[in-house]
């Protein structure tokens, strides 16, 4: 095989005998004249493809199609009936979260004895222990038996193994699918980097977003067969048909999100964290009060009037005398040079929710603390979705509001900004940037590159995963969905009839 390929899969089939009863297999052992008791059912029928060297293939097809037969054959799993494959390197699958682990060994020793399963040396996986414990966030509880875990914790710790071994092929079968929002943005980010270090990724997934984003190449399998090899978008308009024709029914939107909750009783405060243990997150988010009227001088960040949008996304910064509804934030989310001391996510009532409508104006607020002198601030508010994808962000200074003045060590930062909530309805991420820029720069923006205006600020402090919110769909009377696609776009529009005697 050339070394360009990471694999070549030739007319590659898999045959189960299918029992009526578990006594017939016993007898068509035993059976004289070999009776057949059992009926052929051919998962795989004469599979043929190739992967390159570092790149990224999809699969796609309904339930039963063999995906998850064929990773099996090519993980070494089971064999096949018919047919070869030969792949080039090291090879690590993930087929199921937590699948391998002993409930009676901790995280730690089930992350050495899953390394050595896998087929590597004693030792190995040492040196990549930091960065395993880093990524799951297990912290202490990585000591602790693993049947005391959670699903999402199990989840953590098995994506977290696999994504650091260092492999030449990874074969991920829909597994990111699991675990939290902020778990899978950090997959996502994962694979990103794997999709930088020539490593082949095969992923099976039904996600047109991931397809096109990740997968160079896809397959589609049908009732064990081949039937498309090529571009992604093509791959998901067949499987689109292929499911109607089985289901016998309208399409299936498979871009939504699971089932969002619409329970006005929900909890509405957005947390720094999102942990599995209750204590954990009881330690972590804690509500602060008012405070002295002493405290340090504010540096704020005000819209300029002649910026203010055509729909109503006014500021109401009173709510700073509103403690109850910000999130406290632990000392640990700072730096040498500023501490982000509390935050919040509100509706435009001015309280605190996860729960937004299509269309609806959020308000974000953050107020970070100064450890020293800095040039003139800026703050601005970043949203992804659950695939690591940005959807928006948008700072102080793009926004072109009146230069703030400089901070001095000790003072108060204060962001106050709002955003219409044109997107897709699903779960989405809320992060802050805070930078800094000369005031000479501040003061010529106009006549800075785009380059420059990106590289010149210093960057102070990157939270990307402050919390999540929801943006449900419209309910009631009226359109159910403002538009489609990921978001909308600012704009007009007309249509006329023109009669053929006008």
Not at 154 to 167: E, G, P, V, W
Not at 274 to 288: M, N, P, T
Not at 440 to 467: F, I, W
Request: aromatic share 8%.
């Amino acid at each position: 095989m050339s070394d360009s390929l990471a694999l070549r899969v030739e007319n590659l089939s898999k045959c189960f005998k299918l029992y009526h009863n578990p006594w017939h297999r016993a007898l068509e052992w035993v059976s004289p004249r070999r009776k057949i008791y059992h009926q052929p059912f051919w998962a795989l029928r004469n599979i043929s493809f190739t992967v390159p060297r570092g790149s990224f293939l999809g699969i796609m097809g309904t339930n039963g199609s063999g995906k998850s037969t064929l990773l099996k054959i090519l993980s070494g799993v089971t064999l096949a009936t018919a047919g070869q494959f030969t792949m080039q390197g090291q090879v690590v699958p993930l087929l199921e979260m937590g699948v391998a682990f002993h409930g009676y060994l901790t995280g730690r020793q089930n992350v050495i004895r899953g390394a050595e399963l896998l087929g590597f040396p004693e030792g190995y996986i040492d040196a990549y222990m930091p960065d395993i414990l880093a990524f799951s966030e297990l912290d202490d509880f990585i000591d602790r038996p693993v049947r005391h875990y959670s699903s999402g914790m199990r989840s953590r710790l098995t994506f977290a193994m696999i994504a650091f071994l260092a492999c030449d092929v990874l074969i991920l079968d829909e597994i990111l699918t699991a675990g939290d929002i902020f778990f899978r943005q950090k997959c996502y980010a994962r694979l990103e980097d794997l999709a930088q270090s020539d490593t082949t990724v095969i992923l099976v997934t039904h996600r047109a977003s991931v397809l096109t984003h990740y997968c160079s190449d896809v397959i589609v399998l049908d009732k064990g067969q081949l039937v498309y090899q090529g571009e992604p978008r093509e791959a998901f308009r067949i499987y689109q048909d292929m499911h109607q024709r089985q289901k016998h029914q309208p399409l299936v939107l498979l871009e939504d999100d699971e089932e969002l909750g619409t329970s006005p009783d929900a909890a509405t405060q957005p947390g720094i964290d999102d942990d599995d243990s209750r204590q954990a997150r009881a330690e972590r988010v804690q509500r602060v009060g008012g405070r002295a009227s002493n405290a340090a001088p504010l540096v704020s960040a005000e819209p300029s009037p002649a910026m203010v949008p055509t729909h109503d996304t006014r500021l109401p910064c009173a709510v700073w005398d509103t403690p109850a509804i910000f999130t406290a934030v632990p000392r640990r989310a700072s730096n040498e040079q500023l501490w982000l001391t509390r935050f919040a996510l509100c509706n435009a009532q001015g309280q605190a929710t996860l729960h937004f409508t299509q269309g609806d104006t959020a308000f974000f607020y953050a107020e970070c603390q100064l450890q020293q002198d800095i040039a003139i601030p800026i703050m601005g508010c970043e949203i992804t979705n659950q695939w690591n994808q940005l959807i928006y962000a948008k700072n102080s200074l793009q926004h072109q509001i009146a230069r703030p003045r400089p901070g001095k060590a000790g003072s108060l930062i204060r962001l106050c900004q709002s955003m219409t909530l044109c997107i897709q309805p699903g779960k989405y991420v809320f992060g802050l940037r805070c930078s800094t820029l000369p005031a000479a720069s501040y003061d010529r923006l106009d006549a800075l590159s785009d380059t420059a205006a990106q590289q010149e600020p210093t960057m102070l402090l990157h939270l990307k995963q402050l919390g999540m919110f929801h943006v449900l769909p419209r309910y009631g009377t009226g359109l159910k969905s403002l538009h489609g696609g990921l978001c909308d776009l600012p704009g007009d529009c007309q249509l006329q009839v023109l009669h053929a005697h006008e």
